[in-house]
């Protein structure tokens, strides 16, 4: 069974910096690409950063700063999304997502095998 469990969300001010987890079980995180996405109510699932399966090129979404860092251990099977200076629109559920690892190419064009089940972040003003 393969699972994607997200960690780190929770209540923050803004301002703040928080990192949230993904760890991967029953699939070889390598052979996968892995994304972020997040999703606000009544609104559809945004992607926010991907990056390839070897860590070497990421891509963040084109309405997103530098406060957003994705990265990768695939030795430990986790894929992290760092998010510098919080603020409130960045209050959403995240989840962690793995495509193929020839399936993706970059940008926000990241067709997912398997979805985590998401964690809240929710950002204070």
């Known amino acids: 069974q393969v699972l994607l469990v997200e960690s780190g969300g929770g209540l923050k001010q803004t301002g703040d910096s928080l990192r949230l987890s993904c760890a991967a079980s029953g699939l070889t995180l390598s052979n996968y690409a892995a994304g972020w996405f997040r999703q606000t109510p009544g609104k559809e699932r945004d992607f926010v950063a991907g990056?390839?399966?070897?860590?070497?090129?990421?891509w963040k979404a084109g309405s997103l700063t530098g406060r957003f860092t994705i990265s990768r251990d695939n030795a430990a099977n986790t894929v992290s999304l760092q998010i510098n200076n919080l603020k409130p629109e960045d209050t959403a559920v995240y989840f962690c997502a793995a495509a193929p690892r020839n399936s993706y190419y970059g940008g926000p064009f990241f067709t997912a095998d398997y979805w985590g089940q998401g964690t809240q972040v929710t950002v204070s003003s």
């Open positions: 990056i390839d399966w070897s860590g070497g090129s990421t």
